[in-house]
């Protein structure tokens, strides 16, 4: 009978009034209310077989039964008519006032116990998916070991600020965000990512680059608050205060999430707009049953207090909540963040599932290959231009020409590069030496240079191009230096994932890269794709997913660094490695925590588990009013009608509690 479990949510975006009260603080004192009211009737049933229906002690016994059943109905449902809110539980109180008005005490007395026993419960059920999100919170230490000077000192999480030292000694838990500093560790990092394999974490090689920009340390530096450190001591520098950590937002915005209505909640509120006015009518009509019926007044009215009883929609309005709740409860679990209702109920019905390339199908770490200096140039000079711009680029490609284009050099002195522009999609833009420098794919030189790249160089970028590689030319002022070959590695993973999202039955699968079309089909031929569209630019991801979408959902799923827009358009945005990225957290409607494929199935096939269960409870709720309305209105009796009706309420969230047990099937 809770259908304000949910209204007072949407009422109060921080869920810390209305329902939630009942959840924690009151919820055993309203077990208990319940119980003491069960007692009472217990004990007026059985005076009033010995002593007579009618004995003063027994109309007690019953009366101080409905007080106890009714407390918290009867507060909440002031508070509800304050607010001006009609609920349903309101309703309720009407049907046992007027089975009081008719002299059924102790009829009033079984349902207000019966109702009061099934919110009780229900909200311990809704409970447990709440503190199922809460133990994560949890999982951050109150204290830390703070490093002031030769001192450590205790001290509160919350108080921590930036640049301070935290001791973290083997099998404790991370106070804070940041990064190693001193010694070697390996961290599980299970809460956070969901990945159940420690990770090992070494310090950064410079902490003052590493302050300067903390969300470009390498995950082997970075740690999480929350996780637990499994080998040795460590020392890490905070880069956040506590309440902007990871696992604090996380926290926030799987709260969050439960706010945000699902398709199927929007339908069954709708549906309720129409379906308790009409209850209403019905009730209100019995109420004249006598004048067609020969029957007294009185039964007309039990009657009609029978059929609100029973018509009341509480299963209906928490059957798609509950469900929500427990599989966004559970995916947190996992490492997966999934934003409402929405995007969980979007992934179990995918049309088609669009992937980025770089960093999701493959590990993001691609290596140089090829180095070919154009007629006259030295290899030195090639690199040390291309890496002396490349090291003011954050692109993933950029840190590979850095770090093998400086090994190939040795020691050679760099030129210095300024003004760095990055051409989205298509390379960089810089000076060396007072001269431009345009590092970038084929097509951007057809763009800036009416003559376009050497024939010689353009065949030979070409043919590396056929043999799977990423090439890109560098040209200084009007001479072109020459290219440069790089290749990635696919993702051990990713072959078997498509293997298991297949059999999921996705049938369309579809590679999107701003990389040379002969990559893209290496790539998407390696790991099982079919379809894979080379040489897009950023906007073009966008129209591709556009286009996708005319025929049903599509989710994309990307890192977030060069389809953001993309991750956005679509109606399911998924974001790898969000733990390591804001703009990931925050864009995404999913965000996969870690880096770790192999949740996208795990992903897919719970939100296609939670539609399962949104449906059978949806089943369930509105074939038990179909069945108690007929027969309410034919006699049967309002203390077997709230029976029913409380118990396919429970049974529902019990449906969806399964949600939070749910395990990958195996492929
Ligand atoms: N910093 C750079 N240095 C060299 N080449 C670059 C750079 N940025 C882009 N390019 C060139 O532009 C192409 C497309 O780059 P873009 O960043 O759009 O790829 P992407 O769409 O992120 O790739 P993917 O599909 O692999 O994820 C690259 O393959 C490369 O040839
Ligand atoms: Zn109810």
Known sequence: MSAHTHTSHQDDPHGEHGHDKHAHGTGNLE?????????????????????????????????????????????????????????????????????????????????????????????????????AIEALAQLRPETALVRRGQELVETQVESLQVGDIVVVKPDERIAADGFVVIGDTSIDQSAITGESVPVDKRPVADIVAARAN???????HRVFAGTLNRAHVVEIEVSRRADQSTLSRVVEMVKSAENQKSPTQLFTDRFQRYFVPAVLVLAFLLLFAWVVIDEPFSASFYRAMAVLVAASPCALAISTPSAVLSGVARAARAGVLIKGGAPLERLGVLHALAFDKTGTLTEGQPRVTD????????????????????????????????????????????????????????????????????????????????AGLPPDLDARMLSLESEGRTTFAVKHGDRYLGAIGLMDTPRAAATSVIVQLRALGIRQMIMLSGDNQQVADAVAKSVGI?????????????????????????????????????????????AMGAAGSDVALETADVALMGDDLSKLPFVIGLSRQTRRIIRQNLWASLGMVVILIPATIFGLKMGVAVLFHEGSTLLVVANALRLLAYREPQA
């Open 371 to 450: 180095v070919l200096a154009a007629e006259n140039i030295n290899e030195e000079t090639l690199l040390g231009v291309a890496v002396a711009v490349e090291r003011l680029s954050d692109h993933p490609l950029a840190a590979a020409v850095v770090r093998d284009g400086s090994e190939r050099l040795g020691g050679t002195a760099l030129p210095v590069a300024i003004n760095l522009q990055s051409l989205t999609g298509k390379g960089l833009r810089a000076e060396v030496d007072g001269q431009v420098v345009h590092i970038g794919k084929r097509a951007l030189f057809t763009e800036i240079d009416t």
């Open 530 to 574: 079919d379809r894979a569209l080379g040489n897009l630019m950023p906007e073009d991801k966008v129209t591709t997913i556009r286009e996708l979408q005319a025929a049903g959902d599509v989710a994309m799923i990307g890192d977030g660094v060069n389809d953001a827009p993309a991750l956005a358009m679509a109606s399911v945005g998924i």
């Open 214 to 220: 903390p969300d470009t340390v390498g995950a082997e």
């Open 31 to 131: 077990l208990w209310f319940s119980l003491l009211s069960g007692a009472l009737l217990l004990a007026g049933w059985i005076v009033s077989r010995s002593m007579g229906e009618d004995a003063l002690i027994a109309r007690g016994l019953y009366a101080a039964a409905c007080l106890a059943g009714a407390w918290f109905t009867v507060r909440e449902a002031i508070e509800n008519l304050r607010n001006r809110r009609l609920q349903i539980d309101t309703l309720m109180l009407v049907a046992a006032a007027g089975a009081i008005a008719l002299g059924h005490w102790g009829e009033a007395g079984l349902l207000l116990f019966l109702f009061s026993l099934g919110h009780a419960l229900e909200n311990y059920a809704m409970g447990r998916a709440r503190r």
